[in-house]
């Protein structure tokens, strides 16, 4: 069974930066695209960025592009959000996803926050102070 576990959250002022990380366990060979996914307080949970398996193409919500990147290391099972310039209404709790389906386009992946994607991690809080 595929895992997910993240690490890298906490408390930062805006404008300040994190690196959120989530490491893969079990049979990773089957991941074909991985996500990072959003829960601000009070909100559904939102679709902030996706790369496939080579890590050569990536996708992000409007409201983080410019600022977030997010990059994989096969070699070491991980996969990483790197968030610049943080503001007040990036907070929320950060959630790592993982899917097996081939050919899943990352636009459609972007649509998936509330149902469908094969494998959640537990999230990690990230907190912006103004």
């Known amino acids: 069974q595929v895992r997910l576990v993240e690490s890298g959250g906490g408390l930062v002022q805006a404008g300040g930066s994190l690196r959120l990380s989530c490491i893969v366990s079990?049979?990773?060979?089957?991941?074909?695209?991985m996500g990072w996914f959003r829960q601000p307080p009070g909100k559904e949970r939102e679709f902030v960025a996706a790369i496939i398996r080579t890590g050569i193409s990536t996708y992000y919500a409007d409201s983080v592009k410019g600022r977030f990147t997010i990059s994989r290391d096969n070699a070491k099972n991980t996969v990483y959000l790197q968030m610049n310039s943080l503001k007040p209404e990036d907070t929320a709790v950060y959630y790592c996803a993982a899917d097996r389906r081939s050919g899943l386009a990352m636009s459609t992946m972007s649509t998936m926050a509330l149902a469908g994607l094969d494998y959640w991690g537990q999230g990690t809080q990230v907190a912006v102070s103004s």
């Open positions: 079990g049979p990773t060979f089957s991941i074909t695209a």
